[in-house]
């Protein structure tokens, strides 16, 4: 398996370093897998999108608008 380097805060790394008994690889490992799998999908639903970026804002600016005016009536 490949293995990736990354940055962590300092507070974050305090907690590994103290709690030794967790199997952090698992967890970060698992926590990537879940997430890529999340946009795999993403990527699977939109590459057979007709909809353009300009579609998208637009549709965006519309349910904006419709939940704003939504939740200021309320």
Request: no cysteine; hydrophobic share 35%; glycine share 2%.
């Amino acid at each position: 398996m490949p293995k990736v380097t990354f940055e962590i805060p300092t507070d974050v790394k305090d907690i590994i370093k103290k709690h030794a008994e967790v199997d952090w690889n698992k967890i970060i490992s698992d926590t990537l897998w879940n997430y890529a799998k999340k946009i795999k999908l993403l990527d699977s639903i939109t590459s057979r999108s007709k909809l353009t970026g300009k579609d998208v804002e637009t549709l965006d600016r519309e349910i904006k608008g419709a939940l704003l005016n939504k939740y200021q009536k309320a």
